[in-house]
């Protein structure tokens, strides 16, 4: 099941299962990303911000190299905050870094504009310490840009990320692109029901962030994760990614070990039952959110974090 491929609404496929490579380290993520592609993946997460566009660039580079061809891969990546104002900037930053005349698919990673001339490129901050926001900028003015992009040849698809159902409400009336994806934080701690079932009406396609629940996640030691894996005879992992290619998500576990990469292609059929069990387990322990940064603006997310 790891060939599974989802129809986005532009008609382009992407593979239910790709590479995630945020805090992959320059002189990881380069063996990472070549390593994932010769065995087997087709769809690499990317980021302006992560830092490492250029080592993952060099991975994609060695693959296409040995034969890999550019249009079998999915690459996607992402317009940092600060860079609102310019997504076009942005993007070709991105595409010279990675090495590539054009990405699959190009996000919003988060739609809260940051002050460009502040006292950080990436994270700038007011003396008080809170997130130095560019309060004359919205999100929905950045999507009428990256709209634009369209017509350059340059992004295949562009999409949204971390957009809950308020944010989505906000944008749709305004936009004459749907977007073709909406990245957010999903995992059996975080279902995000409302939002995965708001974006499936809307024809957006959801891809599931941190699934394994990110650095030094609890979700492996999960009872109930492990009560279905081992009626599986798999790893907590498995189901954990399992999960979300039963719902319709595409899924895109970070990992820069070997071992792990293979082992994270690996998709089982999930039965409802075991879909029962799983939506339990945020029902009976609450919902935890591992990626939050904190922008001081109220987006929309379960409040118990
Ligand atoms: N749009 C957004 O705002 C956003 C935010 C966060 C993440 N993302 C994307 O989503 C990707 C995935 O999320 P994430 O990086 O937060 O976390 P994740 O994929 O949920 O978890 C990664 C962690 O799990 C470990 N791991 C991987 N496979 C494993 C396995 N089979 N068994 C045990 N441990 C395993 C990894 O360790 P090793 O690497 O040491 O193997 C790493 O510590 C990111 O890399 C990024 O591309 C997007």
């Known amino acids: 099941m790891s060939d599974t491929l989802f129809t986005l609404n532009t008609g382009a496929k992407i593979p239910a299962v790709g590479l995630g490579t945020w805090q992959s380290d320059p002189g990881q993520v380069k063996k990472a990303v ?7 993946y087709r769809h690499i997460d990317c980021a302006f911000v992560y830092g490492n566009e250029s080592e993952v660039g060099e991975g994609l580079a060695e693959a296409f190299k040995s034969g890999l061809k550019r249009e079998d891969v999915f690459i996607t990546t992402k ?4 860079r609102h104002r310019e ?3 942005c993007l070709d930053e991105s595409l010279q870094r990675l ?3 054009y990405v699959d698919l190009y996000l919003m990673h988060w739609p809260v504009p940051m002050n460009a001339n502040g006292n950080h490129p990436l994270f700038p901050k007011l003396d008080g310490g809170s997130r130095d926001l560019d309060k004359s900028w919205s999100h929905i003015k950045t999507w009428k ?3 634009k992009l369209t017509k350059t040849g340059k992004v295949k698809a562009i999409g949204v990320a971390n957009y809950s159902k308020k944010y989505l409400e906000e944008l749709l009336p305004e936009a004459s692109v749907v977007p073709a994806v909406n990245q957010i934080e999903n995992h059996p701690y975080l279902p995000q029901q409302e939002v995965v079932d708001f974006c499936r009406e809307k024809t957006i396609h959801v891809t599931a962030y941190s699934p394994l629940g ?3 996640s609890p979700l492996f030691q999960e009872e109930g994760i492990q009560k279905v894996a081992k009626k599986h005879d798999v790893s907590a992992g498995t189901i954990l990614l399992s999960y979300h290619v039963a719902r319709g998500s595409s899924v895109i576990p970070k990992s820069i070990t070997p071992s792990r990469i293979e082992e994270n292609l690996k998709i089982i059929k999930l039965d409802s039952s075991d879909m029962d069990a799983l939506e339990q387990i945020s029902k009976t322990k609450g919902l935890t959110r591992f990626v939050y940064p ?3 603006v109220d987006l929309g997310f379960p409040d118990k974090q």
């Open 34 to 40: 070549s390593h994932a592609l010769s065995v087997g």
């Open 79 to 82: 317009l940092w905050c600060t």
């Open 87 to 89: 997504p076009q900037a």
């Open 99 to 101: 090495g590539l005349d």
């Open 145 to 147: 840009e990256m709209e």
């Open 214 to 216: 990110s650095t030094g």
């Open 294 to 296: 904190a922008f001081g």
